[in-house]
């Protein structure tokens, strides 16, 4: 028999304390992990990045015509797997963080875009990665501005319905989602 997604996920919510509710509560969407992931960027210490084929492409074209702009962008951030989104909270949480504070900027395992190979964080040398800072940046206007027309939106903007803070780097490829 076939378990679902929640069910395969419970076990790493109790290793974490995180309960069903709280899920439920924030309304998270559970995602599968991705299946078929492509290279999308190499960065400059060799760290490789992971997207599948259509975001990594769109990544590309969308990353192009940014730097034709004279503006360069990067990868922070692309494919996690729900392990290493497990590993990611569990080493705050050994630090001594409280887990309602880790779950504003972390999403528990099986509810991260990461792991479905289509959500990047995305950096510019004008700020240190993944601070609120990146939104008065020229990358965030030009991704404000063109992201969309290359199928990537904003995942969590002011005030979301999901409880994460403001994340202007987080940004997630779908055709299927209109732009916000």
């Not at 299946?35 to 997207?51: D, W, Y």
């Not at 569990?90 to 504070?101: A, E």
């Not at 004008?126 to 990358?139: G, N, Q």
């Amino acid at each position: 028999m076939k378990r679902s997604l929640a069910e395969r996920y419970r076990d790493s919510w109790r290793d974490i304390g995180l309960s069903d509710q709280i899920v439920a509560d924030r309304n998270l969407s559970l995602f599968e992990e991705a299946k078929e992931l492509e290279i999308a960027e190499v960065a400059a210490s060799g760290q490789l990045f992971h997207l599948i084929p259509a975001a990594a492409d769109a990544w590309k074209a969308m990353k192009s015509a940014c730097s034709q702009e004279g503006i360069e962008i990067h990868i922070v951030s692309a494919y996690r797997s729900v392990d290493r989104q497990l590993e990611l909270i569990q080493r705050k949480l050994d630090s001594g963080q409280p887990l309602t504070d880790i779950l504003e900027v972390l999403a528990p395992p099986g509810c991260s875009e990461h792991h479905t190979g289509r959500a990047i964080d995305i950096g510019s040398g004008d700020v240190r990665p993944l601070e609120a800072e990146f939104e008065l940046t020229p990358a965030f206007t030009w991704l404000h501005d063109h992201a969309h027309q290359f199928g990537f939106n904003l995942s969590f903007p002011q005030g979301n319905e999901f409880g994460y803070v403001y994340e202007p780097w987080h940004w997630c490829f779908s055709k299927l989602r209109p732009s916000r």
